[in-house]
């Protein structure tokens, strides 16, 4: 019994409605934003890779990319679809440090940038997986809005439920 | 060479003609033949190398082009560089390389779990990592004469494309396209597979081609 999994490629956001599964594979730096109306079992999943939209260049760019845009387009492309923003919660994962440089620690910038944005939306966070130094893949099950999280190495069945 | 729509493409991208790719090429030819006779010494075996790639491509096609499978381990060994020129440079190492160099060295394997290795292990890789991204940085800086300063490098095992992605945010030449120089190096009895990559910005492929074509290329 296997339901579709649809992945948010990265700088991608996926929405969709139950018992659709959305995913985002090998999230380092870059993290999942996870928002779901658990009324209608419609959520969204985003794989945003930079923490500001401001910070980029006059260049065209794709809006999923960046962490404050990405929050505000999936809560249009859902409230578009009948999701009530009232009703929002969501759920963050990945922002990792994957190297002990100082400059790439990009993935708490993200992490920040995803809760001031989800904060100005007045979005609860019920839910974190963020930080530390290692990947993550995240499954997002739409019919009981839980992710499965699960880490390199290992057993690849090892899941952990958020 | 693909990758993003035309409009996508920084400017600085759209400058790059054949000779302007060949000398890029020619870099990371020198920087890991220098590497590579590192490794020789190293091991004591003989090492060879692959054809140098400079590459264009989006951050989307850049852990697709070097693995098959997205959360492959992978170990990686990074280096930020200061001084004329900042950039990045890693050498890219799969499991069963990185098990070969240590019995060939230790005559001792690594746990299967690459995520569970020890911490002498984990130093003992970044540092040969180390070895190979220092000898490619002395060799650009004696090419190009530009002044490089590599930093201590850093080690990540994981996920290969949580690595590979969380590298290229920081070294796109804009937000959609990185411009990579890649080369292979190999052992030919044991087989025994690294990637070097060079990742430079915009700001850094602007300084390194005004220095190398100073009619050639309009600076920024």
Not at chain 1, 64 to 75: N, Q, T, Y
Not at chain 2, 7 to 29: C, M, S, V, Y
Not at chain 2, 71 to 77: D, I, M, N, R, T
Request: hydrophobic share 45%; net charge neutral; proline share 4%.
């Amino acid at each position: 019994m296997s339901t579709e999994h649809i992945t948010a490629g990265i700088g991608e956001i996926r929405i969709g409605k139950s018992p659709k599964v959305l995913q985002a594979i090998a999230l380092g730096s870059c993290v999942g934003i996870a928002l779901y109306d658990p009324q209608p079992k419609l959520g969204g999943l985003s794989h945003a890779m930079l923490p500001l939209e401001k910070e980029t260049r006059k260049h065209s760019y794709s809006p999923g990319k960046f962490v404050d845009s990405a929050i505000l387009l999936m809560i249009h492309k859902l409230v578009k679809k009948g999701a009530k923003p009232n009703r929002f919660v969501s759920k963050l994962v990945g922002g990792a440090r994957m190297f002990e440089i100082k400059n790439l620690d990009i993935g708490t910038r993200n992490v920040q940038s995803a809760r001031a944005a989800l904060k100005n939306a007045a979005i609860p966070i019920v839910a974190e997986d963020v930080g530390k130094d290692f990947g993550r893949t995240v499954h997002f099950y739409l019919s009981t809005g839980k992710l499965l999280i699960r880490k390199a190495g290992g057993s690849r069945r090892h899941w952990r439920e958020l | 060479m693909t990758g993003g729509t035309p409009e996508d493409r920084h400017e600085i991208l759209t400058k790059l003609h054949a000779d302007h790719l060949d000398a890029l090429q020619e870099i990371g030819n020198i920087g890991a033949g220098h590497s590579a006779t590192a490794l020789s010494q190293l091991l004591n075996r003989r090492v060879d190398m692959s054809v140098p790639r400079a590459a264009i491509c989006s951050i989307e096609e850049f852990s697709t082009k070097i693995l098959s499978d997205p959360e492959e381990p992978l170990v990686a060994v990074i280096s930020e560089t200061s001084g004329d020129v900042a950039m990045h440079l890693v050498g890219l190492f799969d499991l069963a390389s990185i098990n070969r160099l240590m019995w060939i060295i230790r005559k001792q394997k690594v746990e299967d779990n690459l995520m569970e290795i020890s911490t002498i292990d984990r130093s003992f890789i970044c540092e040969i990592g180390s070895i190979l991204l220092l000898h490619y940085v002395s060799a650009i800086t004696e090419f190009t004469d530009l002044l490089m300063f590599p930093q201590v490098p850093s080690i990540a095992i994981d996920m290969g494309k949580a690595i590979l992605d969380s590298i290229l945010l920081l070294n796109a030449v804009d937000y959609n396209t990185v411009l990579s120089i890649e080369v292979d190096i190999f052992t030919d009895n044991v087989q025994l597979n690294s990637t070097m990559v060079m990742l430079p910005d915009r700001h850094t492929l602007n300084r390194i081609m005004s220095q190398l074509f100073s009619e050639g290329w309009a600076q920024e």
